[in-house]
């Protein structure tokens, strides 16, 4: 038969696993929340006389790109580093900061625009 200190032992053990496994699941999902968006992020580009749109949907790590009639055109990864986005797809690349709402990406840089599209704002969809 088991005494009372023993029983209270293990009661305090399976608390405590419990609270472990609860502090790390709360970790893990804040990281996710920190290193991952999601939903789609649209711009708008005004190239000498005509403007284009182009949408950025996010889910996971994955990136897919939607020219302005909704049509999707390309897919792509993406990773966050602090307030800093980094896009790529294919052998294209495009750099931003992630506003501190993480509703808006300003482009700082992007591989083969000629530099047309940096400054642009993607603003989160709503």
Do not use: C, P, W
Request: charge should be neutral.
């Amino acid at each position: 038969m088991e005494t009372i200190t023993t029983l209270g032992r293990k009661k305090i053990a399976i608390i405590a696993s419990i609270a472990i496994v609860i502090v790390v699941g709360v970790a893990y999902y804040i990281h996710q929340q920190n290193t991952h968006l999601s939903g789609k992020y649209t711009a708008t580009f005004n190239m000498l006389i005509a403007e284009g749109k182009d949408t950025l949907e996010f889910n996971g790590d994955k990136v897919k790109e939607f020219d302005e009639s909704g049509e999707l055109t390309n897919t792509g990864t993406y990773k966050i580093t602090n307030n800093q986005i980094e896009v790529t797809i294919n052998n294209y690349k495009m750099t931003g900061n992630l506003s501190d709402d993480r509703k808006t990406i300003t482009v700082t840089h992007m591989d083969n625009s000629l530099g047309l599209g940096e400054g642009a704002k993607y603003i989160k969809n709503t």
